[in-house]
């Protein structure tokens, strides 16, 4: 860089001005200059930032796009100015176009440098958090931009493959007899391969390959795992059809690993430790785990020097509650040996539900979502709020659905039944339920639906019958998932059978019409090429049906990217190894609308302050009302200052079944689809339609210790506190806001259960999710 510009940075820059002149040049020699022309786009709304802008030379226009195809001018950046600080730190999309007005010169500082620099040195912290203050509330201010603005934030969430820097990953599933791979290349998102290779260890071991370069197909000798993997390093290398000069070309190699049992709710980097634990999970997972675990060993011989990743079909099911995963059992089988409801093909419901809400122009955790993966193996999922509160697969993948060759639900009492009077062995029985029930079993025909509705229209009656068996069970299940979540916006169908057969799908569907589901039979009819999205509902129908093709592969190399950076993010900020946040234990509470104000404690009442609390702004009230719910009462409970637009009740889980109400756990001001409850103040009742939550733990905090600890507003964490019974709680959500003080909320179970008091600490201990 020259001088002229390094004199620039230290006297004009104030966010770099901290620093010395050797870490100045160490800084500008990572990064790059860009020019750009006047009238030229530097970056647009919705675009993912992997670096910090600094302005050396010119003016930038920023404006917001809005819904007509226009623009909302949001402001105007000099030389001297940075951008891209609020989309690192939220780790959101940026919310504004920013276009060259004169000649224009950019120093590009990558997020690797911007971590290890400007996050390590509290006043660059400082000056950020200052700027980003300044811009929020300089758009909060206009209530036209701060609409532009908040549109653009967090739609759904791109399913496209970005990273800081380009990366080739391989993706792969290995199975006992087959070996699945894919590769994506970032910066090539055209150059896609999936290969497979069949009949692995037997006579007749094939591999195909398919790729932008044309195809390969070849005969491979008989043999063992090792030279299938060789096998496949050959054809992504091959001269013609390959994709790679050789295996140093892959950065990243991400694993599907079939059961994370309770120990891996998120995808992991694998390191020998991870490995061991995932092997010890053998026993939930006998015909899948161990071959996965094979195939992370051969990976990691021939792809020595790269990261790889495991992500878990069971992680994205990790939120359902404990009703929803528990079997009515002695508990001791769940606590000791971990019998419970795990769910699988969790990367196809995410996938489907991202796409599904990208489609639609939602963000996730705007809708009820029921995704119906029908394939060779069926599951269904209900997904409130982006998360999967239900699943209809189980300890096993033999639960629910009927399947392929898998029985689905079934009285356990048939199983030691057929053990009795037919003298079957538990192998035997294993068998006969997952290999030999199903559509195979009921029509003695094929597992393969094509084939099972060919014979049901020709006329074959156990045909027809497995086929309206199946789309019974499936039916029975979207039932279901309306009712635990109350509710359905829209209904997915996708894999082998979901996104090819019409007939299922409309014999599935038939008499919905009550719960707002109208196909559309033409739309079904058509919709099944199998390669877009779409939508097989009417109109005006109230829930939106789509059919969404399922990509495990792409999910599985999505995962694996946000994995290696938050793992980056957590290593890097040495805050989270050595900066405690207080613990706060909250009790219930009331945050009252000022309407409701009025109707319990008199015309015209203000709330009166009694104390403040640790986050500035907020107080406890003198005033204290009694919750009224079906079946019982709590009295004497504390509204909390000042009033709100909407009111919202807290309450503690165990007090769920005092007053009779099942509330959802939700992060505050969420408070769509909660239950409601009679309120009695001491000058009246009011009776509230929703509002009552159990609150998500969360930690609050200023973006300046956000960008300290490398987090990102709305990303959920593990928090480890340290003492005699060390312990990490899980399903942490981060909050950030310039009003808000540094502090961790748990509720008054958690904390007995824990023995916890305010006052005590945790460490950030990892990074669960990021959306
Ligand atoms: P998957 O497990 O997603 O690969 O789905 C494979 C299964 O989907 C096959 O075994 C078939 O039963 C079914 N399938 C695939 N295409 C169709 C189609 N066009 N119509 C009905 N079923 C199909």
Do not use: W
Request: hydrophobic fraction near 40%; charged fraction near 20%; include cysteine.
């Amino acid at each position: 860089m020259n001088p002229e510009d390094l004199a620039f940075l230290k006297s004009n820059v104030p966010l770099l001005a901290c620093f010395t002149d050797a870490q100045r040049e160490e800084m500008t020699n990572g990064s790059n200059i860009a020019v750009y022309a006047p009238g030229e786009t530097i970056v647009y709304a919705g675009d993912e930032i992997h670096f910090l802008g600094v302005i050396l030379e010119g003016k930038v226009a920023a404006s917001a796009p809005i819904a007509d195809g226009g623009q909302e001018p949001l402001g105007r950046l000099d030389a001297g100015e940075t951008f891209g600080d609020m989309a690192l730190m939220t780790g959101d999309p940026m919310v504004a176009d920013l276009v060259a007005e004169t000649r224009t010169r950019i120093l590009f500082l990558p997020l690797t440098l911007f971590q290890s620099h400007i996050m390590a040195e509290p006043r660059a912290v400082q000056q950020i958090s200052r700027t980003i203050g300044a811009r929020l509330q300089a758009v909060m201010r206009d209530p036209a931009k701060a609409t532009a603005v908040m549109c653009k934030e967090d739609t759904a969430g791109s399913l496209e493959l970005k990273a800081e820097r380009p990366e080739c990953i391989l993706v792969l599933n290995c199975g006992s007899s087959s070996l699945k791979y894919s590769f994506f290349d970032t910066s090539h998102p055209e150059n896609v391969v999936h290969g497979h290779i069949e009949r692995i260890g037997l006579t007749g071991t094939r591999l195909v390959q398919d790729g932008a370069k044309g195809e390969i197909v070849r005969e491979l000798p008989q043999s063992g795992h090792a030279e299938a993997f060789d096998a496949m390093l050959g054809a992504l290398v091959d001269k013609g059809a390959g994709v790679i000069p050789d295996a140093s070309a892959i950065s990243a190699v991400g694993h599907r690993v079939v059961h994370g049992g309770e120990k891996f709710t998120n995808s992991v980097l694998i390191e020998d430790t991870v490995l061991a634990e995932i092997e010890a999970l053998n026993p939930l997972a006998p015909l899948h785990n161990p071959v996965n675990v094979l195939g992370i060993r051969e990976a990691r011989r021939i792809f020595a020097a790269v990261p790889h990743v495991a992500v878990f079909d069971t992680a994205f099911h990790a939120t359902l509650p404990s009703h929803a995963y528990l079997y009515g059992l002695p508990h001791e089988y769940h606590e000791k040996k971990g019998v419970r409801r795990y769910g699988f093909h969790g990367s196809s419901h995410h996938y489907v539900a991202l796409a599904a809400a990208q489609f639609l122009l939602k963000r996730p955790r705007e809708l009820k979502i029921v995704s119906c993966h029908l394939g060779n193996g069926a599951s269904l999922c209900a997904i409130d709020h982006g998360r999967s509160i239900d699943t209809s697969m189980g300890f096993t993948p033999g639960e629910g659905l009927i399947m392929g060759t898998r029985c689905g639900d079934i009285d356990a009492g048939v199983v030691s039944f057929l053990e009795r009077t037919e003298h079957l062995t538990a192998a035997q029985l294993d068998e006969i339920l997952n290999k030999k029930s199903g559509l195979l079993g009921l029509s003695a025909i094929s597992n393969d639906m094509r084939e099972v509705e060919h014979a049901a229209d020709d006329g074959d009656l156990r045909a027809l019958t497995a086929l309206k068996t199946f789309c019974y069970r499936v039916r029975k299940y979207i039932g279901a998932y309306v009712a635990a979540m109350g509710g359905l916006d829209v209904l997915i169908f996708t894999a082998g059978i979901g996104q090819g057969s019409a007939g299922v799908r409309a014999t599935a569907l038939q008499g919905l019409q009550c719960m707002g589901i109208h196909l559309h039979e033409q739309r079904n009819r058509e919709a099944c090429d199998g390669r877009k999205i779409s939508r097989i509902s009417t109109d005006d129908s109230p829930v939106t049906v789509l059919v969404v093709p399922t990509d495990e592969e792409r999910m599985i190399a999505r995962e694996t990217l946000r994995t290696l950076s938050r793992d980056y993010l957590v290593h890097a900020s040495a805050a989270c190894q050595r900066e405690p946040v207080p613990i706060e234990v909250s009790a219930h509470h009331i945050h009252l609308a000022q309407k409701e104000v009025e109707a319990l404690f008199g015309a015209g009442h203000q709330l009166t302050k009694h104390a403040d609390l640790s986050q500035p702004g907020q107080y406890a009230c003198k005033e204290q009302l009694t919750i009224v719910g079906p079946k019982g009462r709590i009295e004497r409970v504390r509204v909390l200052g000042p009033t709100r637009k909407a009111t919202q009740v807290e309450i503690a889980m165990t007090e769920q079944f005092k007053l009779g109400i099942q509330p959802p756990i939700r992060e505050s001001g969420d408070i769509e689809g909660s239950p409601g409850c009679v309120l009695e103040g001491p000058a009246g009742s009011v009776t509230i339609d929703r509002g009552v939550i159990c609150a998500l733990r969360h930690v609050h905090m200023t973006p300046a210790d956000a960008l300290r600890y490398g987090l990102k507003d709305k990303c959920t964490v593990r928090v480890r506190v340290p003492g005699n019974r060390e312990m990490v709680l899980g399903d942490v959500r981060i909050r950030v806001d310039p009003s808000f003080a540094l502090a961790m909320h748990i509720d008054t179970d958690e904390a007995n259960a824990a023995n916890l008091r305010t006052g005590a600490q945790g460490f950030i201990d990892g990074i669960q999710h990021e959306d």
